[in-house]
């Protein structure tokens, strides 16, 4: 692969800049992109502009690409239909007057938690259901967007990165079987892996903080100027943009009903499994978990039409398909930011920003200093690229090598950079699951993420301390 030199890390440095600093996400992204492409272009300003248009147009010749669109956009869909119907505002009755199993801000946060980490076989769907159900709790009982937004998309990760029954166990440990394959790390990979969670530090400390800051109300200072603004009855902060269209919630003189949201989403949830079971994909991979999506929710499409025209006669069949493209508009933002994300993607690929950072950050590192090592350029890696799986699949192999060279704890090393990745993936304002984050929580993105960051370098400076602690006290 051709060496661009230090330019190989501009388009995530220039992406990630113009992030923090204007708050634009869109014009962030395209910066990013057309860097990159000058880059690919030997700066050659005709042919890296054509090449970044002929690029966004590549996004679609991904399968997966194409599928996890698509399901952004007609998911929006089924949760307008859901809104319209009264079936949000039935939820809520139901669990606040009826139920009352919600009685405040903390519960409330504490279902979006149970909720994402309990839908843990696809990401997507379960920061969009979260989302979706605490919605109109957040408003009820003045919890922060931000808030919200911060809970359900770490609690995600800290289940996600550390049950082997999905896709993130899946790939890691077909990446695993590859190095003991090569006789780099000696077990089966089930084993090896199930070992390595247990120094998964930056999950457990980050869902720790998830709860310390439920349950005690802790905030830094922007989360807490976003819970008080919350608490005077005010959801968006003056001139924040949210990633979705906020639509119009009216319900049209329709009473509220709970089966109008649970029903659909019930659909799209019992979907997924059955749609890896029938394409025989029994790995959960990320391109089989996109082909089951996207059937849950044309699924969820089919119940909702049937449920709203058939058994509770609220729609006309005009009407439904009028409100369902009117909630596929609302996702349009959603679509045009993913495009981008999966296009930035696929040029940090093309510069191999991974192996650049990877080689060219590795230096002498004691082997007491492995594992942090490890984590650290696992989170500059997936910081810059905005993938934790992108990441781990570099990482996990490099760390299983340096341990078998060192004579480190392959473990502690394989916990290290699977910590790494999520710890990159949740500070990083180009990350798909932020950016779906802000999308289910009706966030302005760059609001959730500068939000949530305190929260996130703090959990993983103490992650980098245990790295180091653990790895002092194994070699002595």
């Known amino acids: 692969m051709f060496d661009f030199g230090i330019w190989t890390i501009m388009p995530p440095i220039v992406t990630i800049f113009l992030a ?166 000696s077990g089966e990979p089930f084993s090896i892996l199930a070992h390595a969670i247990v120094y998964n530090f930056f999950a457990w400390i980050t869902f720790a903080f998830v709860l310390l800051s439920i349950f005690t109300r802790f905030s830094f200072p922007a989360m807490r100027r976003a819970n008080v603004r919350a608490a005077q009855g005010i959801e968006l902060r003056e001139g924040a943009i949210p990633l979705v269209t906020e639509l119009d919630p009216v319900q049209q003189g329709r009473a509220p009903c709970t089966s109008n949201l649970l029903l659909p989403l019930l659909a799209m949830i019992v979907s997924v499994p059955v749609g890896l079971y029938i394409t025989g994909d029994g790995s959960i991979s990320k391109g089989s978990g996109s082909t089951a999506v996207l059937w849950a929710v044309l699924v969820g499409q089919v119940v909702g039409a049937l449920h709203y025209i058939l058994v509770k006669r609220v729609l006309s069949v005009d009407q439904y398909f009028r409100e369902l493209l009117i909630g596929y508009q609302s996702m349009v933002p959603l679509g045009v930011v993913m495009t981008l994300a999966f296009l930035i993607g696929n040029v940090c690929g093309e510069l191999n920003v991974g192996g650049y950072l990877s080689e060219h950050i590795n230096g002498y590192v004691p082997v007491s200093l492995s594992a942090a090592f490890v984590f650290i350029v696992a989170g500059v890696i997936s910081l810059s690229t905005g993938t934790s799986w992108g990441t781990f699949s570099i990482m996990i192999p490099i760390g299983i090598q340096i341990a078998a060279a060192s004579g480190a704890d392959p473990y502690l090393i394989i916990g290290a950079a699977i910590s790494g990745s999520i710890f990159g993936d949740t500070v990083s304002p180009i990350s798909d699951t932020g950016i779906v984050t802000s999308m289910a929580t009706r966030n302005d993105h760059m609001d959730h993420m500068k939000t949530q960051l305190p929260y996130c370098l703090v959990a993983g400076l103490v992650a980098l301390l245990l790295y180091i602690a653990v790895g002092v006290t194994q070699t002595n």
């Open 20 to 185: 923090v600093f204007t708050r634009q996400v869109i014009l962030s992204l395209l910066a990013g992109v057309v860097a990159g492409f000058l880059v690919l272009s030997n700066f050659q300003i005709g042919n890296g502009l054509g090449s970044s248009v002929q690029g966004m147009v590549d996004v679609f010749k991904s399968e997966g690409a194409v599928k996890t669109i698509l399901f952004g956009l007609m998911v929006g869909g089924v949760i307008h239909l859901a809104r319209i119907t009264g079936g949000m505002e039935g939820l809520v009755r139901l669990l606040t007057d009826k139920a009352r199993i919600v009685k405040g801000p903390v519960s409330s946060q504490l279902l979006g938690c149970a909720i994402a980490g309990l839908i843990f076989i696809e990401s997507n769907l379960a920061l969009l259901t979260a989302g979706t159900v605490t919605g109109g709790l957040s408003s009820k009982y003045r919890v922060s967007r931000e808030q919200m937004g911060y809970v359900i998309q770490n609690t995600g990760l800290s289940v996600w990165s550390s049950v082997l029954f999905n896709g993130w166990g899946a790939a890691m440990m077909g990446v695993i079987a590859v190095q003991a394959g090569k006789g780099f790390i």
